[in-house]
């Protein structure tokens, strides 16, 4: 069965350090997203990616983060300078083709900014 | 804007009992999605069911039922005959119906902590 993976699953970095999250999504899907879930909290939306272009940003999505998909697999998630605050899971999520249809998300990435 | 409240932070139940875990909604749209999604404690995070606004049939899936009323904005789950594997954070969701081609995100409420021990 298809499924979205997330590479790294850990990553420690230190504050003020750039990282980058990637994204396999499942392969015909065209809706991407990013989440993010501190320790202990509910899951919050990122920012959301359909044709190639963000569709939808929240608060949090600052100038601090940007996503891309450089080919047709990944789909990344960039942090230019992390903070102690950045420290949560960060899951990747995708559907298919109705914007309606369900979220796939990966296994996550546990990211601890010290 | 749309919202998702579970009153619940945490249940414990013994194995075999029946729980329930409630969620309720607010949105203003008149066509929008729930879901369930299950995070065990390895931390993914799992789909269980998604309900279209305009079915409010009742699901059972083995164990599981849902039961959606829109009068009340609520979408409760229901396990019956509880299980240690059940142990786990459940999260309801909601989505809003966007325009074609644009993308929807997920609105979880904090979830609820099930404890079933033997």
């Known amino acids: 069965e298809p499924e979205v993976t997330q590479t790294p699953s850990h990553q420690v970095t230190q504050m003020g350090q750039e990282v980058i999250l990637r994204c396999v999504p499942i392969?015909?899907?065209?809706?991407f997203y990013w989440y993010r879930q501190i320790l202990g909290q509910k899951v919050e939306f990122l920012v959301s990616?359909?044709?190639?272009?963000?569709?939808?940003k929240s608060e949090i999505f600052d100038d601090q983060f940007s996503v891309e998909r450089p080919d047709g697999s990944n789909f990344t998630l960039k942090i230019r300078s992390t903070k102690l605050e950045d420290s949560a899971m960060y899951f990747c999520a995708s559907h298919g083709a109705g914007h309606q249809e369900t979220q796939y998300f990966g296994p996550g990435t546990r990211l601890l900014v010290l | 804007a749309q919202k998702v409240t579970q009153a619940q932070t945490e249940i414990s139940v013994v194995e075999k009992e029946d729980v329930t875990l409630d969620c309720v909604y607010e949105?203003?749209?008149?066509?929008?999605?729930l879901f369930w999604y299950k995070q065990p404690p390895s931390g993914e995070l799992v789909f269980l069911i998604r309900?279209?606004?305009?079915?409010?049939q009742n699901e059972i899936s083995g164990r599981y039922s849902w039961n959606f009323q829109k009068s009340t904005s609520s979408f409760n789950f229901t396990i019956t005959a509880s299980q240690v594997v059940d142990s786990a954070v459940y999260f309801c969701?909601?989505?809003?119906?966007?325009?074609?081609?644009?993308?929807?995100?997920?609105?979880f409420g904090t979830g609820t902590r099930l404890q079933v021990t033997l």
């Open positions: 969701a909601l989505s809003e119906a966007g325009w074609s081609g644009t993308a929807s995100k997920l609105t």
């Open positions: 392969s015909n899907h065209l809706y």
């Open positions: 990616f359909y044709n190639n272009e963000i569709s939808e």
């Open positions: 949105t203003r749209d008149t066509t929008y999605y």
């Open positions: 309900r279209n606004s305009f079915d409010e």
